[in-house]
């Protein structure tokens, strides 16, 4: 279990109190026996915040780290890669820049070229089945995706509400490993390992 840690919806740009609240929230997860936190935070000039991804990286005290989309609209990606490489972060979480991970598969591609090892490459953003082959074809760690449908359900309330839900789609996850599998076999006979999602 990886937890999603954010002080707000909207921007990345925190202050001194989101990244104590974030902090806070951080220790409670590894606390309760996370495996891991997604964290991010940015400058207002298009940069990652060092200094906030620093307390948090240290607020997750050795569990693994990944670094969430914030990556996909800091102005310079080679370098935030490298910036998060030397925070100690896990992973980055990332579509390429893009608004879906497929139409940043280049970018992906160049990503996992730099981080050659150092850091782990999650592709993410509007992934669907049809899209496998290609992200592992770009070589990522791993691919992230929700996986889900909406089911109809009962009133929510006395003052009615959304009849709707989202859960996650089996055959969904059954086709995503299943063509994981068969992108991997289509590579050459080197491929050792298969990504995660």
Do not use: K, Y
């Amino acid at each position: 279990m990886h937890v999603l840690v954010r002080s707000r919806p909207g921007d990345f740009v925190v202050d001194a109190d989101h990244v104590a609240v974030m902090a806070r929230d951080v220790r409670a997860a590894v606390a309760a026996g996370a495996s891991g936190v997604v964290i991010g935070a940015a400058l207002p000039d298009g940069r990652l915040d060092l200094d906030a991804l620093a307390r948090l990286v240290d607020a997750a005290a050795g569990v693994e780290v990944t670094l969430h989309r914030v990556f996909d609209v800091v102005a310079d990606r080679a370098a935030a890669l490298d910036a998060a490489i030397g925070l100690g972060i896990h992973r980055v979480l990332t579509s390429g820049g893009a608004g879906r991970a497929i139409a940043g598969a280049a970018e992906l591609a160049a990503l996992v070229r730099q981080a050659s090892g150092r850091i782990e490459i999650m592709a993410g953003g509007g992934v669907g089945v049809a899209d496998v082959p290609a992200l592992v074809a770009a070589g990522v760690d791993g691919i992230h995706l929700s996986a889900r449908r909406t089911i109809a359900t009962g009133p929510s309330g006395p003052g009615g509400g959304a009849s709707e839900r989202d859960v996650t789609d089996e055959e969904i996850v059954r086709a995503v490993r299943a063509s994981i599998g068969e992108s991997a076999r289509h590579e050459d006979a080197g491929v050792s390992r298969l990504p995660q999602f």
